[in-house]
Structures are given as C-alpha cells and as structure tokens.
C-alpha cells in the first residue's frame, strides 16, 4: 500500500530556508496519473495548498507563495522535495505531502502524509 | 485566487443528529470541489470528490451535493466518530484553495 513519509528538521531559523522531503513507499513516484504536492497547516488554522510537481519534473505554485517555494522529484529515490526560502514566523505550520490524480477534472488529494511540524524561531 | 467560505465555523450536534456544511466559492468552480475530514494531530482524510462523489470506503451517511458556488456536505445520523473538523477544497483552477474549516464539536 501505497505510503507518504515527510522528513526535515522541525526547527529553522528566521531568514533562512526550509527543505522538506517526502519518501514515497509502496509504489513508484514515477506514475503517469499522479502529481505530488505540499499542503500546510499553521497551528490551530485552516489548510494551504504550496505546490505540486509531476514526475517529469513540471511544477505549478500557489501564486501567494512561488516567489518562495521550489519544489523538485527525485525519481531514483522515489522521493519530492519542498524548498521555502526567506522563512518568518509566519511558515510554522505541519507541512504535508501529498498525492492527487493529474488529470484536470480529478486533483482532490486522495492520500496524505503524517504531516511534519516545523517551527521558525531563533 | 478563487476564496472559498465555509458555514458555519463551529456547529454543536448531538450522536443522531443531521447536520449540514456549506461551502461558497468566489465564482464558479463547476463541480471541482472535495470535502475532507480532519481529527486532531492527523492528517485530512478525503471524503468527497467531484463535489458528490464518495470515496471509497466512506460511509454513506455522508453526502454531497451543489455545482457552481453552493456546495453542501451532509451527514444523515451523527455518529460518535464524525465529530472532526471538516474543510472543503476547490480545484477548478491550478491554484487550489481551501475553506477555512468547520468544526464539528458534541452538544
């Protein structure tokens, strides 16, 4: 079955850059119907959607955030990355991963991590 | 960006009880609209696709129905494992939006 698995340090510091990776387990990043993507959760809040990226490499961005977010796969590792630069407090939240059908009639997020705390102090 | 506009924020039910959701969009998204459900230190768990659509394994106490900007998640008979909060999605557009959530708490 099919597995999502968020890693990275919980804590960052004001300024600098949040790396988040997601180890896909059960199955193969590489499928032609998905793309995988980011979602956050400041604590007590409501959800954000950051970014989705397909196996080949094509990504698209939440407008209010893509100056910010890079989010690049690793197909050998079967593995997606999530990169947040210029972090405040503002970025803490539980960043999830993701999974959604690609097709354009389709993109509800139909399998989700744990989720990953991660804290901006200094 | 398409804003999405859940009521209300909180709704006090009794085990038994109907209840219903609303989700709102700023425009229309067709029938592009999931519901999700969402228990405390877990990650959402898709209810709804296609804004009518259950997912497999749901139980069909839930139900959704709307197209264009009024959508509504309902379930039949309130049972003691429903109580979550519960937030509707929109992916008419590739800039996904999410309500803000409803929580669902025991009377």
């Not at chain 1, 199955?27 to 970014?51: M, V």
């Not at chain 1, 690049?72 to 059908?101: E, I």
């Not at chain 2, 609303?22 to 230190?41: D, E, F, H, N, V």
């Amino acid at each position: 079955q099919l597995q999502l698995q968020e890693s990275g340090p919980g804590l960052v510091k004001p300024s600098e850059t949040l790396s988040l990776t997601c180890t896909v387990s059960g199955g193969s990043i590489s499928s032609s119907i998905y793309y995988w993507g980011w979602i956050r959760q400041p604590p007590g809040k409501g959800l954000e959607w950051i970014g989705s990226i397909y196996y080949g490499g094509s990504t698209y961005y939440n407008p209010s955030l893509k100056s910010r977010v890079t989010v690049s796969v690793d197909t050998s590792k079967n593995q997606f990355s999530l990169k947040l630069t210029s972090v405040t407090a503002a970025d803490t939240a539980v960043y999830y991963c993701a999974r959604h059908p690609g097709k354009v009639t389709s993109r509800y997020f139909d399998l989700w991590g744990r989720g990953t705390l991660v804290t901006v102090s200094s | 960006d398409i804003q999405m506009t859940q009521s209300p924020s909180t709704l006090s039910a009794s085990v038994g009880d109907r209840v219903t959701i609303t989700c709102r969009a700023s425009q229309s998204i067709r029938s592009w609209l999931a519901w999700y459900q969402q228990k405390p230190g877990k990650a959402p768990n898709l209810l709804i696709y296609e804004a009518s659509i259950l997912d497999s394994g749901v139980p069909s106490r839930f139900s959704g129905s709307g197209s264009g900007t009024e959508f509504t998640l309902t379930i039949s008979s309130l049972q003691p494992d429903d109580f979550a909060t519960y937030y509707c999605q929109q992916y008419n557009t590739y800039s996904y939006t999410f309500g803000q959530g409803t929580k669902l708490e025991i009377k």
